[in-house]
């Protein structure tokens, strides 16, 4: 009696097709958002998140721009140009009274005020060069003794209204000072000396130049 013949279940699974249930389906990627991830909060921005441009940043940026020297001598002409233009921006900074290019001996708000005393009012040092070449010329002994004698008068009446003037500033800067600046760690003495030789210079030719014109109130 011949065996029965094999059912289409009893053919290997190895031959047969899988359904289509089992066939795995791609993965597609998920776009990246633009958010930003949560950050800890113990993050610190950095200052190239924040968009801080550092000094030595924008020093490189500068040199950045600039074209490479070709030479010894064009490097050394590149460096003369920067040199110059740094001494010029420094030099116009100090004459408008930019604390950052001050010396040392005009730094301060204190300082500024006193600056700001003496250029606000008429000084007698600003006529003293000028008288004493009038006397140095009314002097000489090639003069009539009168003329002598008036000239030397005239340097005395120059001496005292000098003396006399720098005291008045002197009285002037120690009671806006003391008004504005109670907690002042500045030296009284070195102030008046500060004030006084100021106010023996002529006005234009002041550095840092005023700030303030005659009359104003500092």
Known sequence: MSPPLATLSDVPSLFRRKPAADVAEPVTPEPETSEERPRPKSYTPSKKDLGVVTPKRAAAGRRAGEPAPANRREAYKQMRDRQRAERAEASAGMRAGDERYLLPRDKGPERRLVRDIVDSRRTAGTWFFGGALIVLIGSSAAM???????????????????????????????????????????????????????????????????????????
């Open 144 to 218: 009539p003794p009168a003329v002598q004698m008036g000239a030397t008068a005239l340097w005395a009446l120059l001496a005292i209204a000098v003396v006399v003037d720098s005291m008045l500033i002197a009285r002037r800067i120690k009671k806006l000072v003391s008004e504005r600046f109670p907690k002042t760690t500045q030296r009284m003495g070195s102030l008046y000396m500060y004030g006084i030789m100021r106010g023996l210079t002529f006005r234009r030719m002041r550095v840092p130049k005023p700030q303030i014109e005659l009359g104003d109130k500092p």
